[in-house]
């Protein structure tokens, strides 16, 4: 079966760097986009980030408050999902999932076309 596992999280003060990762297991990871959403208490899980599939030509996607900070990346060799967080503020505190794509990164991004979720892993900004 398909499986998620993030990794990566963790504590860390304001202006901080941090690099999560997701591992995709039971599916061929380079046929599919995919992206990070975060979720805080209180608010609806929100998409931070989105890459294409290597046929999509690895575009990415960015949710505007991250553009500049955060960096998403793909290594289809290691199937794995990468998300390096910088300059990070106590607002990007929550937890952090990985998902993987039914359609493309646009379907990801806004129509919530998602075929699989991860478990998450928090991230927590101190001020």
């Known amino acids: 079966q398909v499986q998620l596992a993030e990794s990566g999280g963790g504590l860390v003060q304001s202006g901080g760097s941090m690099r999560l990762s997701c591992v995709a297991s039971g599916v061929t990871f380079e046929f599919y986009a995919m992206g990070w959403f975060r979720r805080t208490p209180g608010k609806e899980r929100e998409f931070v980030s989105g890459i294409s599939s290597s046929g999509g030509g690895g575009r990415t996607s960015y949710e505007d408050s991250v553009k500049g900070r955060f960096t998403i990346s793909r290594d289809n060799a290691k199937n794995t999902l990468y998300l390096q967080m910088n300059s990070l503020k106590p607002e990007d505190t929550a937890v952090y999932y990985c998902?993987?794509?039914?359609?493309?990164?646009?379907?990801?991004?806004?129509?919530?076309?998602?075929?699989?979720w991860g478990q998450g892993t928090r991230v927590t900004v101190s001020s």
């Open positions: 998902a993987l794509g039914r359609t493309g990164v646009e379907g990801l991004k806004s129509r919530g076309e998602i075929a699989y």
